[in-house]
């Protein structure tokens, strides 16, 4: 492959690979993400090249694996162009009848079709399933239509045409003023308004200056840069270049953990592509401007997503933060001006290059504009990715698109930004979602995460959960996140244990106090949020817990206790014979009982007593009541007694 | 050098450019504890003792004086109700590891710290750092170090270097603003199994 060595040498090729294409021409395009994988996609994809040898149909079908479209709960997804008929939790034995019906035939599938749990009705496009249609997907979008080892696809979508436009048209002033103008923030945590950070390095006097890709997402359930970079890579180096030219910067890094090797692998094949292309080194598209990219990767430490650890790592030694009263993008990697920023906010660049600054602007809140990729977890019927506007309520968010939360269960609270992020409770559900808005209800964007919970769900638990994360996660080096959150933890964790004193909570709120205050980075400084924005609006379970012994939520194991309710319990052994440790009591027509001393509240006599019976009660906060006599436990059947 | 005018406690400091509250303050003859800061050594930030409020263009802030540089016009208060309260709870995280440290023993009298507070670590280290920086940083030879990280991490000597350069420097020991007994502890500790034995049946 020639380099391409100007704007128009790059038009007049995109021009020809589009003639070369066949868009009427059948292809199917198979989700391709980690998610899928884990649903068994490669096995589908064998078996589609497999089918399609035996049926020989090599040469009339195309075959495109994708990045990840968004919608993880039904994957292996499956979508078949030119129609777009969309096809979900596809198993490699769906794939012999696909060919020969929808691709041979061009009949639809009725039952590979997502159902639409409301109407009942089938939906043939993924763009009419409540899922997508919901959604604005301007970054994440892209995903599903290319095939993230083919630069060409990503040309055949205009890929490299916003760099082309930014160096051929646009002085370095000019990128920078429209990416200020677009007013977009950073998608990492922050929130930083991304053309400020990139003025600073621009103005900074030193020559040799740096950008950084952020791809170090570690938050738990969190996966939506890794995705990204796994689907669609180029458009990641096109904005990083693009970032590059306009603070004037030629060496880029990208960090990514070591745990995502197919983001690594995508990443590294792209860089080496754009190389091969003329999109990285020498004179870029002839524009004299010279950038070279390198990926370094991170050895699995959560605090190396925070800006100066991350460059502390770069640099080879121990990814500590340092103290930044001098902002990176002055002094960062080297002691020379970087500008970091996350995955998401690089691929937003080219967007905002090539359709301006007014066009991005249109989509958000005052505040936060454009679009944010969640990562929409937990208790919810749809779990996936999801982009949508800045502004759009969590209730929109929750139910129209994630579809509410499963099992009847109700709503309790959806815990946003990542581990140092916080609970957001049920009454505030309207809240808009944006960088301000988050932050003053105690909680923060972060980067993405989105975990929804339901009734079951112990909220002091859920702080104790986050806070062990962080503790762990913690690098050690100032007291007030190294001692302080070890010390939240020992209190959190004695209180789901039963533990819990007076004042307690007290001590938690000075330890919090003292982390958000004194700590040396943002890991330290956001970890108290667990437990400050679970005790602002559940402070009453926290008082619970300590005061009477009770866990609300029936959720805290030292907590809670298993007993079967004589007048339900139709002695039916099924509780007996499932218990793990033999603590059930009890034989045909003598009603059951939960020798407690035994019991190691497992739960399973729960789950299994037949709900129709519903005999197995769990308790929290009260003693359990006294077994029946002896003689009363007899069953005598009514029938037989007749 | 150009000079740098601020006040600091309501005193007029006049400090070079570059130096650090920290500096500025010590060479007014201004006192802010510290426990992880050294002359010699880069400024580390990691006791958050040394925390002050500061106040720019109208904005109040905290921040650590042994790394925020000087700057004109800044006015700096080294002691507030705030400031005491933080310097209190650290001092009181710190004292479940070294409860009976002279250094921390006075500086809980200052600042009301409860030693008693949290319960006992079964460590003495504070990782202020001071040996492993000093090691590193003027002798050059990372004798110690520091392993693992968050609640886990702890010093360690490496038995290779500290065979060789340890026995006769030991200027670490009384940097160790804990108990120079644990410094001493944890080099014996790396010693006794250096070099390994050539025959570890022999142990048995």
């Known amino acids: ?642 | 050098m150009s000079k740098v005018l601020l006040q600091i406690d309501g005193k007029d400091v006049e400090a070079s450019e570059g130096m650090t509250i920290l500096e500025a303050a010590r060479s007014a003859g201004i006192s802010i504890p510290t426990l992880c800061h050294h002359d010699k050594l880069e400024p580390f930030g990691g006791c958050r003792l040394c925390i002050v409020e500061v106040e720019i263009r109208g904005w109040t802030k905290r921040v650590v004086s042994c790394v925020y540089t000087v700057e004109e016009n800044l006015v700096v208060r080294t002691r507030s109700e705030k400031i005491d309260k933080l310097r209190k709870m650290i001092l009181e995280l710190l004292l479940a590891h070294a409860p009976d440290s002279p250094e921390l023993q006075n500086l809980a009298r200052e600042y009301g710290a409860d030693r008693d507070r949290f319960e006992k670590h079964a460590s003495f280290c504070i990782h202020c750092g001071l040996c492993v920086r000093y090691c590193a940083e003027v002798k050059k030879k990372d004798a110690v170090g520091f392993v693992d990280r968050g609640v886990r991490k702890e010093i360690s000597f490496i038995p290779e270097i500290a065979a060789k350069e340890c026995w006769d420097c030991k200027e670490c020991f009384p940097l160790c603003p804990t108990e120079a007994l644990q410094a001493a502890y944890v080099l014996t500790k790396s010693l006794v199994s250096f070099p390994p034995s050539p025959e570890p049946a022999a142990e048995k």
């Open chain 1, 1 to 642: 492959m020639p380099r391409i060595g100007s704007p128009a040498d790059l038009e007049k090729f995109r021009k020809d690979l589009l003639s070369k294409r066949e868009p009427d021409k059948p292809c199917i395009t198979l989700c391709s993400g980690s998610a899928c994988h884990a649903t068994g996609s490669r096995k589908v994809a064998a078996r589609i090249e497999e089918e399609i040898n035996k049926q020989g149909l090599q040469d009339k079908v195309d075959i495109r694996k994708t990045g990840c479209h968004g919608f993880c709960e039904r994957g292996p997804i499956i979508v078949i162009h030119p129609e777009k008929i969309a096809y979900f939790q596809i198993a490699p034995e769906d794939v012999p009848e696909i060919v020969s019906e929808t691709i041979v035939q061009k009949k639809v599938i009725e039952r590979l079709l997502y159902t639409d749990p409301d109407t009942n009705k089938k939906i043939i496009h993924e763009s009419d399933i409540p899922f997508y249609k919901h959604q604005e997907r301007l970054v994440f979008g892209f995903n599903g239509s290319i095939d993230p080892k083919s630069i060409d696809d990503y040309l055949a979508i205009g890929g490299y045409s916003a760099l082309a436009k930014a160096l051929s048209g646009m002085s370095p002033e000019q990128v920078l003023e429209e990416v200020k103008k677009s007013n977009l923030r950073g998608r990492g945590g922050g929130g930083f308004p991304a053309g400020r950070k990139w003025e600073g390095s621009r103005d900074a006097p030193d020559e040799i200056k740096y950008v950084i890709v952020n791809a170090d997402e570690g938050d738990p359930g969190a996966y939506m840069d890794r995705s990204l970079l796994e689907g669609n890579p180029h458009s990641i180096l096109e904005g990083l270049t693009i970032g590059a030219y306009a603070i004037g910067s030629h060496e880029g890094y990208i960090y990514v953990r070591q745990e995502y090797p197919l983001a690594v692998e995508n990443i590294i094949l792209a860089i080496k592509m754009a190389e091969e292309y003329g999109f990285l080194g020498k004179n870029i598209l002839g524009s004299g401007f010279d950038f070279t990219v390198k990926v370094h990767r991170g050895a699995g430490a959560f605090v190396c997503g925070e800006s100066t650890a991350l460059m502390t790592a770069l640099e080879g030694r121990v990814g500590e933060p340092r103290p930044k009263y001098i902002r990176s993008n002055i002094k960062g990697l080297w002691g020379r001006p970087s500008v970091l920023n996350n995955v998401e906010t690089w691929a937003n660049v080219p967007l905002i290059v090539n359709r301006g600054a007014d066009w991005f602007t249109q989509y958000g809140t005052e505040g936060s504009k454009g679009t944010k990729i969640f990562s929409l977890v937990g208790k919810i019927t749809n779990t996936g990715l999801v982009e949508v506007p800045m502004g759009m309520s969590l209730k929109d968010i929750i139910y129209k698109i994630g579809g509410g939360i499963p099992g009847g269960k109700r709503f309790k609270a959806v815990q946003t930004g990542g581990p140092s992020g916080g609970c957001i409770p049920d009454e505030l559900l309207d809240l808009e979602v944006g960088f301000d808005e988050l932050t003053k209800a105690g909680s923060m964007m972060g980067s993405g995460g989105m975990i929804v919970m339901d009734e079951d769900t112990c909220m002091v638990d859920v702080a104790r959960y986050f806070i062990d994360f962080l503790t762990d996660e913690s690098c050690g080096k100032c007291v007030p996140c190294r001692e302080g959150l070890g010390q939240m933890l020992t209190i959190l964790t004695n209180i789901t244990a039963g533990k819990g004193k007076e004042g307690d909570i007290e001590l938690l709120e000075e330890l919090a106090e003292v982390a958000k205050e004194a700590s040396l980075c943002a890991l330290g400084t956001s970890a108290p949020n667990p437990f400050l924005s679970t005790v602002r609006y559940f402070r009453q379970e926290y008082e619970a817990h300590i005061r009477e012994k009770k866990c609300p939520a029936l959720s805290c194991k030292e907590l809670i206790s298993y007993y079967i309710d004589p007048n339900k319990c139709q002695a039916c052994m099924i509780c007996k014979r499932k218990c793990p440790v033999d603590a059930v009591d009890g034989a045909k027509k003598t009603i059951h009982l939960i020798e407690q001393e035994k019991c190691t509240k497992c739960g399973t006599c729960f789950e299994v007593c037949p709900s129709k019976f519903g005999a197995v009660k769990k308790i929290s906060g009260e003693p359990v009541p006294s077994p029946i006599p002896e003689e009363e436990r007899i069953i005598t059947r009514k029938s037989k007694a007749k």
